[in-house]
């Protein structure tokens, strides 16, 4: 069984930094393209970033290009969301997520309907 645990979640005013961790466990992690979403209240989950399983490819949405970046540490079992200059739109619950099969090492992923290893989520909030 797969598990997902995120931390690095807080209260941060605006222009401030955070970084998000996601821990796996439970199976070889390298082998796993991994995500970042986000859920605002009343609004749907949306991708922010995502990374193939190699590493190589990254994608992000056009709202935090420039801002955050996604990185993974296969040693360590970890994937994170650097987030600088945040904003108090990004303000959300941000959850990490994994795929456990891709044929692709450089394919990442974007629907939620494609991940099928969830975290509990981890709360942001950036104050103005």
């Known amino acids: 069984q797969v598990q997902l645990v995120e931390s690095g979640g807080g209260l941060v005013q605006a222009g401030g930094s955070l970084r998000l961790s996601c821990t796996v466990s439970g199976r070889t992690f390298d082998s796993y393209p991994m995500g970042w979403f986000r859920q605002a209240p009343g609004k749907e989950r949306d991708i922010v970033a995502a990374i193939s399983r190699s590493g190589g490819t990254t994608t992000y949405a056009d709202s935090v290009k420039g801002r955050f970046t996604i990185t993974n540490d296969n040693a360590k079992n970890t994937v994170y969301l650097q987030m600088n200059r945040l904003k108090p739109e990004d303000t959300a619950v941000y959850y990490c997520?994994?795929?456990?099969?891709?044929?692709?090492?450089?394919?990442?992923?974007?629907?939620?309907?494609?991940?099928?290893?969830w975290g509990q989520g981890t709360q942001v909030t950036v104050s103005s």
């Open positions: 997520a994994a795929r456990p099969v891709s044929f692709d090492s450089e394919r990442y992923y974007l629907r939620t309907t494609e991940y099928d290893y």
